[in-house]
């Protein structure tokens, strides 16, 4: 009833919303964690980076231990600034990237130097659905092929934080971590099921690994998928991840899974030195290695075979095209 009351609310103007004379896109979700929110904004910022313009990005920096707006650089801590701004900022360097709770203070804070030097910028606001203070131009919606919104709950009996009523606010819906192989059939029965509106346009990703890369310098590169490895992960679905791994040693894995956005303790790091130690490498995410980076209790042994596993997004149907133009439109 809250939710509802507060949308109604923005609906009907009692309560503001801001736009801006410059483009900002929202990516988020209805339900908490677990849809690829930082993935997807990598692939918006891909997609974006012939735009003539300073790509720009505002988290809210979940689970970091300071408050109030930071500029992200690639010598941040996750500790300061949290783990997935860190990454977007390491894997695009020349993008801004900023954290602040509050959204409206953010894109000022940010957009104000930008402003003055008459450079043209677009924002991506990451998981910013419910932040209705902001009026982006373009809102992304994402839904979890495993647990759309369409089959799922509010809280605390599912995982949605608003009613699925809240999708009708979205210019596109991307379903998210489809299976590759996708059948035509399985997504037009999905496009039945979502009932989106005329003007929403709908497409389908799946998440793409890549080679695993050493987390330092000193850790010799990957020799192979050969035994049975060890995949450490505080991120809110380990299953593709785990899944893919087993796929790719055709073997059993050891796994450790960690709450989302985990911070490591010195428990932690035992943890997971006793568990590597028989394991041939250690896998993490991209994500986790922010924290882990930040972590001095890992022994030198296990950071010797640790390695990162790249991930990213890939528009199904060869949709990829038809997606960058429709950014291309709303901005």
């Known amino acids: 009833m809250v939710t509802w009351l507060r949308n109604r609310a923005f609906d009907v103007g009692l309560l503001p919303q801001e736009a801006y004379a410059f483009p900002v896109i929202s990516v988020g979700n209805l339900a908490v964690g677990g849809t690829g929110k930082t993935p997807h904004v990598e692939l918006l910022l891909s997609l974006l980076a012939d735009a003539d313009a300073q790509l720009c990005v505002l988290s809210r920096g979940y689970g970091r231990g300071t408050v109030g707006f930071r ?12 783990d997935e701004p860190l990454q977007i900022k390491q894997h695009f360097p020349q993008a801004v990237v900023c954290v602040c709770e509050d959204r409206r203070e953010g894109i000022r804070l940010m957009s104000a130097p930008l402003l003055k030097a008459g450079r043209r910028f677009i924002v991506l606001l990451d998981d910013a659905f419910q932040h209705r203070y902001v009026k982006p131009k373009l809102q992304i919606l994402l839904t979890d092929y495993s647990r759309l919104y369409t089959r799922d709950c509010l809280l605390p009996v599912g995982r949605l934080r608003e009613s699925k009523a809240g999708a009708k606010r979205a210019d596109m819906v991307v379903v998210t971590k489809c299976p590759v192989a996708l ?27 890549g080679q695993p890369q050493p987390l330092q310098s000193a850790t010799p590169p990957f020799a192979g998928w050969g035994g049975r490895p060890l995949v450490v992960s505080g991120i809110a679905r380990p299953e593709p991840l785990h899944q893919y791994v087993r796929a790719k040693c055709q073997s059993e894995i050891d796994a450790l899974v960690f709450p989302d956005h985990h911070p490591f303790t010195t428990v932690d790091l035992a943890r997971i030195d006793q568990a590597a130690h028989d394991a041939p490498f250690v896998l993490t995410t991209a994500k986790d290695a922010a924290r882990l980076a930040d972590s001095a209790g890992l022994s030198d042994v296990v950071r010797r075979k640790l390695y990162v596993l790249p991930v990213s997004v890939q ?5 990829t095209a038809a997606f960058a133009a429709a950014l291309r439109r709303a901005l």
């Open 71 to 82: 500029v992200v650089t690639v010598q941040s801590s996750a500790s300061e600034v949290g």
């Open 315 to 319: 528009i199904l149907f060869e949709q």
């Open 183 to 209: 059948s035509v059939a399985e997504a037009a029965h999905i496009r039945a099921e979502l009932k989106l509106k005329p003007h929403q346009q709908l497409f389908f990703s799946a998440l793409s690994y």
